[in-house]
């Protein structure tokens, strides 16, 4: 599977943003789909997940704030963040794998090339 990744630019602290992941291929339903994030200096880390079956796990510090969702129909995952903060910062990239949802990036075999959220104070 091949994977695109938009939505991403510049907001103010406290705004929102919606990143997009489009995905090719004809079994997107069976790919568990996650949102990672890197910062400048920091390793890659979990964001949120969604599994083929719909269970969506969140890191600690984006729950309540960011929604991850799909559209089968579409082959597409998204991420709303709302009340954004500079600690928010970073490439988000957007990755699959089979069916289940994991936190490590090294379980994902698949990713989109990332794209920029910044957030100014």
């Known amino acids: 599977v091949q994977l695109q990744a938009s939505g991403g630019g510049l907001v103010q602290a406290g705004g929102s943003l919606r990143l997009s992941c489009a995905a090719s291929?004809?079994?997107?339903?069976?790919?568990?789909m996650a949102w990672f994030r890197q910062a400048p200096g920091k390793e890659r880390e979990f964001v949120a997940a969604?599994?083929?079956?719909?269970?969506?796990p969140y890191a600690d510090s984006v729950k309540g704030r960011f929604t991850i969702s799909r559209d089968n129909a579409k082959n597409t995952v998204y991420l709303q963040m709302n009340s954004l903060n500079p600690e928010d910062t970073a490439i988000y990239y957007c990755?699959?794998?089979?069916?289940?949802?994991?936190?490590?990036?090294?379980?994902?075999?698949?990713w989109g090339q990332g794209t920029q959220v910044t957030v100014s104070s």
């Open positions: 990755a699959a794998r089979t069916f289940t949802v994991r936190s490590d990036p090294a379980e994902y075999g698949h």
């Open positions: 291929g004809r079994t997107f339903s069976n790919y568990a």
């Open positions: 969604i599994s083929w079956s719909g269970s969506t």
